[in-house]
């Protein structure tokens, strides 16, 4: 079987013709900016500005609170209006710091200045990078400088950037690969210098030939950086799938990338780690998808994190009539919302409102088809899985290797039946993981 591929997965209706050929629009705030401490796995941020101190762009307001952890950067210029709890997309209330915008957008000293990181020690990149906030942007938010500082640097072979933006409707990377490739590459070059015998792969899917276009001309020159066009397949994206396809290696959930010499971030995170090392710019602003067949012009936004999700559909032209599902995110692995008034976080990837429900349907007994594992991409057995993880059975659960859902909802998707397998199975898995933080 050719690399360029994996075994099972699924062909979606990509939905990504709405906003692929329209050039990203910068959108500033009107309203307050909300960022809630926990936008990034690991322990929340810890406020270090208090209820009316005055903030500038670029300035540090919460910082990281444990070794996983990410430190916030407010996006504007203003007032801290009040600490408090806020809804957040996905229905919790978490504690955040609300700032008043005052439009001005005054920055720190230093901001936006260039840097030239090929004098920079491989510390000095690190530490840039975890100042700078950033965290996996394609929706893990995993803390990227305790990314890029595995036990042993000599034995990454491979920094893959991955562009692959498998999940339908979603084209905030595609555009950026059109728009700012420069900032890719040169994000890229940053990262291998922190490891000496690495060689740097660009992963995309083969339904995005521009894209493949500018960065093949871009790095033709770099003997160290590889182009890499990949099956178009959902869950091509998938870290598992793609190191797979792109080094050969495997892992699984003992196991993360750094384990079989591999780093792994997507489009978005390079460009921040770029424009952070490079440009004196902290993380502060998120590209959006607006999206769906209920939304009136979809488009992809430049936004400053913390700007209401609801400015961001105002921007859209709203929708053309309410729409019976909001989801944050892909239609795959995304969250059905029940508000706009969010605050965008770095893990915010898209907003997509569709006119009908595709997801109200009945459930009809299975069929034992076993076409749910013919698309799983880890092989595993869905329907006696969601059986157990129905029943709470949670030693059968692992026993059957359900920790090893990456969770991409193929089985839900190809399901005859109609059966919601994919939600038991990854609630069950979450609880396991939350037992076994608990008792370690």
């Known amino acids: 079987m050719s690399r360029s591929t994996f075994l099972g997965g699924i062909h979606t209706y990509e939905g990504k013709d709405l906003t692929m050929d329209k050039p990203t629009v910068k959108l500033l705030p009107k309203g ?11 322990a929340p941020a810890k406020p270090i500005v208090a209820k009316g101190d005055k903030v500038l762009v670029g300035q540090k307001i919460a910082e990281a609170s444990g070794k996983i952890s990410a430190n916030i950067i407010s996006s504007v210029s203003g007032t801290v209006k009040v600490i408090e709890k806020r809804l957040t997309v996905h229905g919790e209330m978490v504690e955040s710091i609300v700032i008043e915008n005052d439009n001005e957008y005054k920055a720190i000293e230093g901001f936006g200045q260039d840097r030239d990181y090929t004098k920079l020690s491989k510390s000095q990149i690190r530490d840039i990078i975890k100042e700078a906030g950033i965290v996996g942007l394609g929706g893990a938010g995993f803390p990227t400088h305790v990314k890029l500082t595995p036990k042993d640097d000599s034995k990454i072979d491979y920094v893959i950037v991955n562009g692959a933006e498998c999940e339908p409707y979603l084209t905030s990377d595609y555009r950026m690969m059109l728009e700012e490739p420069e900032k890719i590459v040169g994000g890229l070059k940053v990262m291998l210098r922190l490891f000496d015998r690495a060689k740097g792969i660009i992963a995309i899917e083969d339904n995005k030939p521009k894209a493949i276009k500018i960065m093949k001309q871009l790095t033709e020159n770099e ?3 590889e182009v890499r066009p990949l099956k178009t397949k959902y869950p091509q994206g998938a870290e598992r799938q793609l190191v797979y396809v792109t080094t050969g290696r495997k892992l ?3 196991k993360l990338p750094a384990d079989v010499g591999c780093i792994v971030d997507n489009v978005d995170t390079v460009i921040a780690i770029y424009m952070a090392v490079a440009k004196s710019t902290p993380l502060i602003r998120k590209i959006v998808t607006v999206s769906g067949n209920a939304v009136k012009n979809p488009q992809n936004f430049n936004v400053c994190i913390g700007i209401d999700y609801w400015e961001i559909l105002q921007a859209a032209g709203e929708f053309i009539e309410r729409p019976e599902k909001i989801i944050s995110g892909g239609p795959m692995m995304g969250v059905a919302m029940y508000s ?6 770095k893990t915010s990837s898209a907003l997509l409102g569709f006119l009908k429900d595709e997801a ?3 459930e009809s007994p299975c069929i034992r088809c076993g076409k749910c594992h013919e698309v799983c991409p880890m092989r595993l057995m869905p329907t006696k899985l969601a059986e157990v993880a129905k029943r ?3 030693e059968s659960f692992v026993k059957l290797d359900g920790m090893e859902c990456c969770g991409c909802g193929c089985c839900t998707y190809i399901c005859p039946a109609k059966r919601n397998l994919n939600q038991p199975i990854l609630e069950t898995r979450r609880e396991i993981l939350k037992e076994r933080k608990i008792h370690h």
């Open 392 to 394: 709470s059975d949670k």
């Open 340 to 345: 706009c008034n969010v605050p965008v976080m």
């Open 223 to 225: 003997p160290n950086i």
């Open 252 to 254: 699984n959930s003992h």
């Open 360 to 362: 109200a349907y009945e």
């Open 32 to 42: 307050d900016l909300v960022f809630p401490l926990t936008q990034h796995i690991g």
